[in-house]
C-alpha cells in the first residue's frame, strides 16, 4: 500500500507514478463523501499554516476549506505580517511555526524558498505555487481529466501559450501518468530546460511522447485536452505589452480548437484573460471544464493533506 505520511508536496517530480495515482482515486473517494454528506475527520486537532507571497482565490480557500472539512484548522499568514517581511530567515522562520503546526503550505516567487523552508521544517511543506511549479493544480487537473475521461494514459493533452510553472507541473505529470504532451510557446517562452530533461526521462518509463515546439496547431492536432494559461504569469506583470505581441498568435479559438478531438476538453488553472490566451467562445463553451478544475482543487488537496499531515 502506499504511504506517504511525512512526505512533503513540492513537486510531482518526487512522487512515483502509483503515488500520483493513488492520490487522485483519494481525491476522488473524499470527493464522492463530501458530496454524500459523510464526514470524514482524520486531521483532528492539527492545523496547517499557509504563507502567501502572492495573491490567491482558489489555493487559498481550497486549502482553509479542506483543512476545516478534514477536522483540522488553517491559518491564514501573509507575508507581509509575518517577520520574514522584515527580514527573519526562512530557516528560523520554519523551525519556529514547527513548533506550532502540523504542516505549512507556501504560495512564493523563487522555488528555492520552498527548498529552503522544507529543508529547516520538521513538518511538511506543500508548494502552493512558485515560479516554477504549480503540483496542487496540476494534480487537480488530472483528477479532472480521469473523471471526465474515465481514464489518463494514452491520452493526449495539448498546452498553448507560455512555457511557466503551470505547464512545468502539467508536463510531469503527463510523464509519470503516461499521458502524451504537446507544448505551443513563441520562441524563448519555452519550458525550462531541465524540467523538460527530467519530463522526458519519466515519459519514456511511462511510454509517453512529449512534443515542444512552435506551432499551435500541430500540438492541437487531435488532442484530448487543450490547456492554457495567461501570458503573463504573477511577478511578470511588467511584460504585459511585450508579451501580447509575443503571444498573439496563441489564443485559444474557435479556429484553433477545429483541430482537436471533437469532444476535447478545454482547460484553464484561472484566473483567466479573457479575449488573451482565450476567447470568450470557447473558455465559456460547452467544452470548459474550467469551474470543475476549480472545484478539484479542494478535493485533490484534501487527498494530500490526509494524505502527508
Ligand atoms: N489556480 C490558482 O492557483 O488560483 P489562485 O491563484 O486563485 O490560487
Ligand atoms: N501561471 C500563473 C498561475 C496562476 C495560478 C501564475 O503564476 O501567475
Redesign the pocket.
Known sequence: AVQLRGRDFIGLVDYAPEEIQYLIELAVELKRKHKAGEAYQPLKGKTLGMIFEK??????VSFEVGMYQLGGHALFLSKNDLQIGRGESIHDTAQTLSRYLDGIMIRTFAHRTVIELARAATVPVING?TDLS?PC?ALADYQTIYEKKGRLQGLKVAYIGDGNNMVHSLLMGAAKLGVNFAVATPEGYEPDEEVLRQCKESAAKAGATIYVGADPKEAVADADVIYTDVWASMGFEAEQKEREIAFKNYQVNDELVKYAKKDFLFMH???AHRGEEVSEGVIDGPNSVIFDQAEN?LHAQKAVMAAIL
Open positions: 495573491s490567491s482565490t482558489r489555493t487559498r505555487l504549480h493544480q488553472c484561472l484566473p482543487r
